[in-house]
């Protein structure tokens, strides 16, 4: 069975700070994406991470991949307001999503 | 950059009627679309593989006969939900696959309100 876990579910951190969001997926896959999805809105493509060891990094966010763990990040560098959004990992051909992380930005 | 066009972007509709969702490829040919749904605060759950010229593919507990799906072209696929109920609302998301890279894009989703 084709399983995609995201934590946390829920992250309410302060402007300024660091935090991770974790996607553990079941089975093997050649790709691994991450998405924004803003509240009544489509999704909005983040990175695509294609290989072992795969970093993007795209302004405060940096996204890795461990083929081997099965396990990619999405790291946060120093959040503003405007990152304030949910955010999901998916993987595979037709995407198995995770259940989505809904992140709130605070002052 | 490539780009899906789904439509309408929002319907209300009485219980019972059929709703059609359009979704477009613009400037690429899509072999291959994907529609989901997705409920309120929830992830996006795969309903269907549609490729152009061939039957749908339905996710299990996915009802064919109320999900109608047609992709008679490298651009267009839709999604007609028949006699639509109030549980049928929804978020309804499309996605393609084309361009060089074969890369995955999305439509800008459907809310369906079914009174």
């Known amino acids: 069975e084709l399983k995609v876990e995201q934590n946390p579910l829920f992250l309410s951190m302060q402007e300024g700070k660091n935090y991770t969001i974790y996607c553990n997926y079941s089975?093997?896959?050649?790709?691994l994406y991450w998405y924004r999805q803003d509240p009544g809105k489509s999704l909005e493509s983040l990175f695509v991470?294609?290989?072992?060891?795969a970093v993007k990094q795209e302004g405060r966010l940096m996204a890795s991949l461990d083929t081997k763990a099965r396990l990619s990040t999405l790291h946060i560098t120093a959040a503003v307001h405007d990152l304030s959004a949910t955010y999901f990992c998916?993987?595979?051909?037709?995407?198995?999503f995770g259940k989505g992380t809904s992140l709130l930005v605070t002052p | 950059g490539a780009v899906v066009s789904q439509h309408p972007s929002r319907v209300i509709c009485k219980s019972g009627t059929s709703v059609k969702i359009e979704c477009r490829s613009l400037d690429f040919q899509a072999t291959t679309m994907f529609w989901y749904r997705q409920f309120p605060k929830q992830s996006l759950m795969l309903m269907a593989t549609?490729?152009?010229?061939?039957?749908?593919?339905?996710e299990q507990g996915v009802e064919k006969d109320k999900f109608l799906i047609n992709h008679a072209s490298l651009t267009l696929s839709t999604l007609t939900v028949t006699s639509a109920h109030p549980e049928d609302s929804s978020f309804y998301i499309c996605?393609?696959?084309?361009?060089?890279?074969?890369?995955?894009?999305f439509g800008s989703g459907t809310q369906l309100s079914v009174l």
């Open positions: 996605s393609a696959i084309g361009g060089v890279k074969e890369k995955l894009f």
């Open positions: 089975t093997t896959s050649d790709r």
């Open positions: 549609s490729n152009e010229g061939s039957k749908a593919t339905y």
């Open positions: 991470l294609l290989s072992n060891g």
């Open positions: 998916a993987f595979g051909y037709a995407l198995n």
